[in-house]
């Protein structure tokens, strides 16, 4: 794990619970569908969108709509923190 990557996870937990959440979403309470799981899994993996459409013949766009959608449901606003919840919620395969 990267140092940047590694801060980021920090102050996320650190926000957490300065912010004294009481019900942390689970991963039951989130439903990806087919195609966002597999988007995210990809990016997890590190592909950018012109790769993962390409691999998924769908357009960048398209690509960009289901990441929107991912991000909105996960409630985050990156990359990196759309991998770290979708982990830490036991969505991803593997990492």
Do not use: W
């Not at 940047?4 to 102050?11: G, K, P």
């Not at 619970?17 to 988007?39: F, K, N, Y």
Request: glycine share 6%; hydrophobic share 40%.
């Amino acid at each position: 794990m990267s140092p940047v990557i590694a801060r980021q996870v920090i102050n996320r937990l650190r926000e957490s619970d300065s912010r004294g959440q009481t019900a942390p979403p689970s991963a039951h309470s989130i439903v990806l569908s087919t195609r966002e799981s597999e988007i995210l899994d990809l990016i997890s993996r590190g592909y950018t969108y012109a790769e993962i459409a390409g691999y998924l013949s769908i357009t960048v766009n398209t690509v960009a709509s289901h990441i929107r959608n991912i991000y909105g449901k996960l409630a985050v606003n990156s990359r990196t923190e759309a991998v770290f919840e979708a982990h830490k919620l036991g969505l991803l395969k593997s990492l």
